[in-house]
Nanobody, 123 residues
Framework: QVQLVESGGGSVQAGGSLRLSCAAS?????MAWFRQAPGKERQGVAR????????NYADSVKGRFTISQDNTKNTLYLQMNSLKPEDTAMYYC???????????????????WGQGTQVTVSS
C-alpha cells in the first residue's frame, strides 16, 4: 500500500501561482495530478515517470503547469502559474507501481489516490 497526502491548495486570483505537493509513503513507478470540478469528470492534468522523469500534460495546462518529483523525498509537485478561473477544482495526486497500463490520463491507470486539495481561482 502507498499512502498519498496532498498539500498546497488554496485561493488565488487569476494570473497567480500555487504549488501543490504530494508526499508518498513509498516508491511508485508513475505519479500524476488529476483534477475534478463540481459536476465534471476527473481529468488528468500531468504525469511523470519516476525513473526517466519524462512527463505528459493536458493541452489545457501546457506552458502554465510544471510537474516535478523529488525521488529522495518521494514527493511530487505541481507548479501552477498563470492560473485561470477554469482551473478551479479539487486536485488529486495519483500513483501506480505498474510499468504499463491504460493511457496516462485514464483514472484506471492509477491504484493509489490522495484525498485531494482544493484550488480556487477567482477572476
Amino acid at each position: 500500500q502507498v499512502q498519498l497526502v496532498e498539500s498546497g491548495g488554496g485561493s488565488v486570483q487569476a494570473g497567480g501561482s500555487l504549488r501543490l505537493s504530494c508526499a508518498a509513503s513509498g516508491f511508485t513507478y508513475t505519479m500524476a495530478w488529476f483534477r475534478q470540478a463540481p459536476g465534471k469528470e476527473r481529468q488528468g492534468v500531468a504525469r511523470i515517470y519516476s525513473g526517466s522523469g519524462s512527463t505528459n500534460y493536458a493541452d489545457s495546462v501546457k506552458g502554465r503547469f510544471t510537474i516535478s518529483q523529488d525521488n529522495t523525498k518521494n514527493t511530487l509537485y505541481l507548479q501552477m502559474n498563470s492560473l485561470k478561473p477554469e482551473d478551479t477544482a479539487m486536485y488529486y495526486c495519483a500513483a501506480d507501481r505498474n510499468t504499463y497500463g491504460p493511457r496516462w490520463n485514464s483514472v484506471s491507470r492509477y491504484t493509489y489516490w490522495g484525498q485531494g486539495t482544493q484550488v480556487t481561482v477567482s477572476s
